[in-house]
């Protein structure tokens, strides 16, 4: 009984988000509730799951509400400003040096793990450079996708959040063993911009130099959707912050360039303390945003506004963590998530078993196409988890695999998440050709990513 019901709670749930007919709050608590309750729990017992699922996700839910409320704080101050026009005057005019450009723009203004603002920022500041010298859209659409997507495994970043919240282990440290593979990754992405910006600089001298060259390209056919403005709730993993689309009066009003270095060791410190494990995550951004409201803006209605500018993005994120914590109290509480893993242990090959780390990462980008951040990390990830447990496997070793690729890199081409039709649409690419183009480049890194892992021990060749 348990395990038909464990099974039909997450048919449920995945039908649910990947219809895009309910909000993820929906889909996480009422299928496995209802599934409960089939079971045959009573509703006390019901609420006890719901209770500790809930006290086990705190953590996670606190710093990832107080880092967007920080990193909000710090875009509105103009810490990002001077790094975008730097990045720009890098730039000039050869192709080589604008895909690098756009990477490394890209990777920066995602710090905040929002990729709803990597793309405002990152395609309107470099398109109309890409458009001039005729290099194509595909190509922009692509690099701002790698740049955000390697940047996207920080512990505040949607994916490592969920994946601290379905394991119960700190996000911190799943992160940190991570940082030499995601500093490969990111070597990968630059190579990557290098290798396609001689490509489009090859192309473009090609191109002038036949008679039919002439005249200049036509921008791509846009490709996105409705969701292109932004208007889904769930870009890259988590919500983009409000304030966004703030007026140009406004916004400048809100910048303090006089503070931009102290800002900048402000930062510098948080990440500093974040690596080292020093304060638990949530405290750290916890006390980063106590410096950063009074040193930014003074007075109270000037700190409220701040903090309310970004609350939309905040708490649409937290209430998602929080109903992950009633799902996988439910499925876990009751023994359904164990059932599950029994059946499926059952049905593995022996000899499959301890590469289950190896076997998720390879295939985590791919994995970005049919489930969404949601769906894999509160849904999927803890029956794989309970599976590798069979065998010896670490919890953690399944959600670092996942990290490697799984809404990470892989979130630039997954149609599942909202941010990926702004990408889209503010290129101005189609949506199947950008896939096309980008899905090699993103399995690509992944696959750097998870080598570099494996090779310094985050993550076993062989487990058990």
Not at 308 to 328: E, K, R
Request: glycine share 12%; proline share 7%; hydrophobic share 60%.
């Amino acid at each position: 009984m348990l395990t038909a019901m464990g099974f039909a709670a997450i048919a449920a749930v995945l039908a649910l988000l990947l219809s895009n007919r309910v909000s993820a709050v929906v889909a996480l608590v009422g299928a496995p509730v209802a599934a409960a309750l089939i079971a045959g729990f009573t509703p006390a017992e019901i609420g006890e799951f719901a209770a500790t699922g809930i006290s086990g996700v705190a953590g996670t839910t606190t710093m990832f509400v107080f880092a967007i409320l920080y990193f909000g704080v710090m875009r509105d101050a103009g810490l990002f400003d001077p790094v975008v026009r730097r990045v720009l005057g890098f730039a000039g005019s050869n192709p080589v040096t604008i895909a690098l450009a756009t990477v490394v723009l890209a990777m920066l203004t995602h710090l905040d793990g929002a990729g709803a603002t990597t793309f405002l920022i990152t395609i309107p500041a470099m398109l109309p450079l890409y458009d001039a010298l005729g290099m194509r859209r595909l190509v922009l659409a692509a690099l701002t996708g790698l740049g955000a997507g390697i940047m996207n495994m920080v512990p505040w970043g949607g994916p490592t959040a969920r994946a601290a919240s379905a394991t119960g282990i700190d996000a911190n440290a799943l992160w940190v063993p991570l940082i030499p593979a995601q500093l490969a990754g990111i070597a990968a992405c630059l190579a990557i911009a290098y290798l396609l910006g001689r490509r489009e600089k090859g192309r473009i001298a090609a191109a002038a130099s036949a008679p039919a060259a002439a005249t200049a390209p036509a921008a791509a056919p846009v490709g996105g959707s409705g969701a292109a403005d932004g208007g889904a709730p769930e870009p890259d993993g988590h919500p983009g912050p409000a304030g966004t689309h703030e007026p140009a009066g406004e916004a400048a009003a809100l910048r303090r360039p006089r503070l931009f270095w102290l800002n900048a060791a402000l930062t510098a410190a948080v990440v500093a303390v974040l690596i080292s494990g020093l304060l638990p995550p949530e405290l750290v951004f916890m006390l980063a945003l106590v410096v950063a409201l009074p040193l930014n803006y003074s007075g109270l209605k000037a700190q409220t506004e701040r903090v309310n500018a970004h609350a939309q993005g905040a708490i649409l994120m937290a209430s998602t963590l929080l109903a992950a914590g009633v799902f996988l109290g439910v499925m876990e509480e009751s023994g359904m998530i164990d059932a599950m893993a029994e059946a499926l242990t059952g049905a593995m090959p022996e000899a499959v078993g301890p590469g289950l780390p190896l076997l998720v990462g390879v295939l985590a980008v791919p994995l970005s196409l049919l489930f969404g951040p949601d769906a894999y990390y509160f849904a999927v990830m803890p029956v794989l988890t309970a599976v590798g447990d069979s065998f010896g496997v670490p919890a953690a070793a399944i959600a670092q695999a996942s990290i490697a690729g799984e809404e990470t890199v892989g979130f630039p081409i997954s149609p599942l998440t909202g941010s990926f039709y702004l990408l889209t649409g503010l290129a101005g690419v189609s949506i199947g050709r950008h896939i096309r183009f980008l899905l090699p480049w993103a399995w690509l890194v992944s696959l750097v990513v998870l080598a570099a892992a494996v090779l310094s021990g985050a993550i076993p060749l062989w487990a058990g």
